[in-house]
């Protein structure tokens, strides 16, 4: 069974903090791992990774994958209230409907 | 990049009652669609693929006669909660994949409905 697990569950900081978020895969044919931001509704795309070793970056954000160890970690820097959220861990299974299954998410609360 | 509007954003209903929720891929062909269910404060769950023309494969532990799903079209998905009752509410959501976009493993979501059985 493919699975997905994400560490810490929940984590509180201060702004200004930097915060690391994992996730770790054990999936059958991965194909892409992909990290998501919720705060009210919608999951919003934050990176996709599909190779080893290569750093994303998107402002304060960072992601990397490393696919000897099934896993990739999600950097914030100077965090800001803002950035309070869910953050998802998805990893895209190479199927034809292209499942993806989901990790159970990080709760980040940024205090002022 | 691709949208996917999901409608209605919140419903209330009485216990017994059937919900429909409608997915609608607005400017790409979708022919799978994907239905969550997410608790507060907790992941998404993968509730049922959803596949255009043929039928929806559901997760272990789904109810198929519960949560019926219709695909009826390139940009239509449906799902429709029979027989509500107050342990279905929850919010859904629903994604769908534009292959043809820059990143085809991207997952584009709606806004998600929020459902409250009374």
């Not at chain 2, 404060?41 to 519960?66: H, I, R």
């Not at chain 2, 029979?82 to 929850?90: L, V």
Request: charged letters at 20%; hydrophobic letters at 35%; proline letters at 3%.
């Amino acid at each position: 069974e493919d699975k997905v697990v994400q560490s810490p569950l929940s984590l509180v900081v201060h702004e200004g903090d930097t915060v690391t978020l994992n996730c770790s895969y054990e999936v059958t044919n991965f194909r892409s791992l992909l990290w998501y931001k919720q705060e009210k509704k919608a999951p919003t795309f934050l990176f996709m990774l599909t190779s080893s070793g290569i750093e994303k970056k998107s402002g304060r954000l960072s992601s990397i994958l490393d696919k000897k160890e099934l896993s990739s970690i999600l950097n914030i820097t100077a965090t800001q209230t803002g950035d309070s959220a869910i953050y998802l861990c998805a990893v895209l299974i190479n199927t034809n409907a292209g499942k993806s299954t989901f990790g159970d998410g990080t709760t980040l609360t940024v205090k002022p | 990049g691709a949208v996917v509007s999901q409608h209605p954003s919140w419903v209330i209903c009485k216990s017994g009652t059937s919900v429909k929720i409608e997915c609608r891929s607005l400017d790409f062909q979708a022919t799978t669609m994907f239905w969550y269910r997410q608790f507060p404060k907790k992941s998404l769950m993968l509730m049922a693929t959803s596949n255009e023309g043929s039928k929806a494969t559901y997760e272990q532990g789904v109810e198929k006669d519960k949560f019926l799903i219709n695909h009826a079209s390139l940009t239509l998905s449906t799902l429709t909660v029979t027989s509500a009752h107050p342990e279905d509410s929850s919010f859904y959501i629903c994604s769908a994949r534009d292959w043809g976009s820059l990143r085809p493993g991207e997952l584009f979501f709606g806004e998600g409905s929020r459902l409250t059985v009374l």
